[in-house]
Each structure stands twice: as structure tokens, then as C-alpha cells.
């Protein structure tokens, strides 16, 4: 008679009694009763459920379960904690993998399959993610290499179009006035003249508008800004019924889910792009690069654009000097070109 293993299950066909993990569904192929059968379904049982069991010893799946645990990830910025957290998920089926098979050569490959099922930026943000961790083991003891290490990114397409052009100033004024509602417009009109980020914006409450300044934990680096409010924003916010909490409500008094506001703001720019009001090509993203790029061309200094973005160095905030330096000395040239081209050379 058999003894009860908790989590199989047995089924006898023509004679012969068959054994399978109940959670996965997966045949049992190793004697009944042996140490092999039961080293098997403990393996199972942490694959199916590694919440409660754990993961396996020296597995991607411990590895992360370490590193979820550590200073290190309790550290980062609740922002970054979810987008860690999403390539986690999306790594999932690899938990069992022991770190000794994880290769450049799988890597490339899994590269490879990420590119075409989610697209470069996720990709791009996976290796980085993985690469990370890997160096997470290294440091603690838990493996020896990285496999990231010398994975290539995956490069811009240099023929597509910037992903997050800046608005025009007369973009900005047709998308506020055919704004559906108030609180859409805030919306808009908030990442328009602020360059929060669209998910801080969102979360922001009337509170957080006091005295003439636009107050914000960024929840991506976790720092406070303060933004002062400038005509065209407060006569946007002075203008609205204040609730008793968040600036941007759904049609159900409810704050917007960053989902939620996109469709929105999709369905409205669609509707102005076919009425040929507004060019293609705006995201709400570019909002705030359009703020980064108005800040340079005004003459700010890098420190002064970057006390308004919240940029936590200067790589990203240096570009938008650099093409506002260009597109200047450029000009300067051609006047100088232009005041010249009846002299003799």
C-alpha cells in the first residue's frame, strides 16, 4: 500500500498505477517512494508555488528572492521597485533555472525573444534589470559570473522619429482648450508647465498646490521638487471647483489610473490629429521634454533645469543643452553667412 505524499496524485491505467504533481499536472517519471520521487516533487513544489515553499537552492528564482530582500532593493525609489518588479514577473518561467545555465548564449536568446514580443525599450530595461541582479550575486556569494555582462543593448532605430518630440506652444494651447474636462486639462496643463512625470502628476493633491508652488515626491527617485506655478498653470488650477484630495478625478470622482488618463489622452489626439490641429507624434512624456528644452533655450543652466525636472544627474538633462547650443550656433552662422554673401571672399 502506498503511502499518502502530500501534492501527488495517482491515477491506474491497464494495470499500471501512474503518479503526477497535483498543482502542475506533471508526471512523476522517478520510482514511487524513492529519495529521486521525492527530491522531484519538492522541486515541483517550489516551481508551482515559490511563495510558500521558496525557490530552489542556486536558481535565478533564490537569486531574486535575495536580492527582493536585501538593502539594496528596499533602498531604490518605490517607482523603480515596480518596474523591478515587472521584469521580475516577466521572468518568471526562468525561477527554476539553476545560475550555472543561465549563459551569454541563453541570454542573446532570450534577448532575441523579448525584442519581438515586447520591443527594445522593455528589453533594453530587462538586461539592465538582469545584469544588476547577477552583479547582486556576485558581490553576496550566490554566483560566480555575469552572463549580462556583455550582452549588447539594443540600439535606437536612428531613422524613426525622437519618441518624445517637444509640444509646440500652439500644440499645447489647442490640446488644453479641447480638453474634454477640468480635471483632464489639469492633467495636461500640470506635466505641460511642470515636467512632473505623468504618474506624479496623477497622484498629486490640492494640498500639495499652496502658496503660488507645486509640491512632489517624485516617485521614481523618491526626491521632493518644488515647482513654481506660472500664469498659464494657475489660471488653469485657480479656475476648477477644489475637491477634497486629488487635483485629477475620472468622471467617477475617482484619481486617474495612469491607464486610464492615456485613453483619454489618446482618444482626444486622435480626434485633433484628424481635424488637422496638431501633428503627430505627442506623448505625454514629451511634455516634460518640452519643459527641459523651453528651460534651455531661455538660457538656464544645467543646475536650474534639473531643480525643476528632478533629474538626479546631469547625462540627461545635458542633451537638451547641447541640441538648444547647436540649433543657436547654427543660426548665429547663417546670419553670419547671410551678412556676408555680397563681400568678396
Known sequence: ?????????????NGKKYYYHRKSGTRIKEKYGTLRFALKVEELNHICEPEKFGSIP???GALIEKYRSSEDFHRLAPRTKS????????????????????????????????LKERKRDFTNKMLGVLSLTFNFGIRNGLCKQNPVEKIRRIPRDK????????????EITVVLKNAPTAEIAAGIGLSAYTALRSGDVLSLKWSDYQNGLIQCQQSKTGDFVWVPVITELRAILDSMDRGPAFIVLNTHGKPYTSSGFQTQFQKLKRSLINQGKIGKGLTIHGLRVTVATRLAEAGCTINEIRAVTGHTTNDSVERYVRTVDQKRQAQTAMQKLEQSKYKSV
Not at 515587472?86 to 536568446?109: G, H, K
Not at 531613422?159 to 500652439?170: D, F, I, L, S, Y
Request: no cysteine; net charge positive.
Open 159 to 170: 531613422r524613426k522619429a525622437p519618441a518624445n518630440r517637444p509640444w509646440t506652444n500652439e
Open 58 to 60: 542556486g536558481t535565478w
Open 83 to 114: 518596474d523591478y518588479q515587472n521584469i521580475f514577473s516577466y521572468l518568471s518561467n526562468m525561477r527554476a533555472a539553476p545560475l550555472d545555465r543561465i549563459t551569454p548564449v541563453s541570454v542573446e536568446e532570450l534577448k532575441n525573444h523579448t
Open 1 to 13: 500500500m502506498d503511502i499518502k505524499i502530500h501534492g501527488v496524485k495517482s491515477y491506474r491505467s
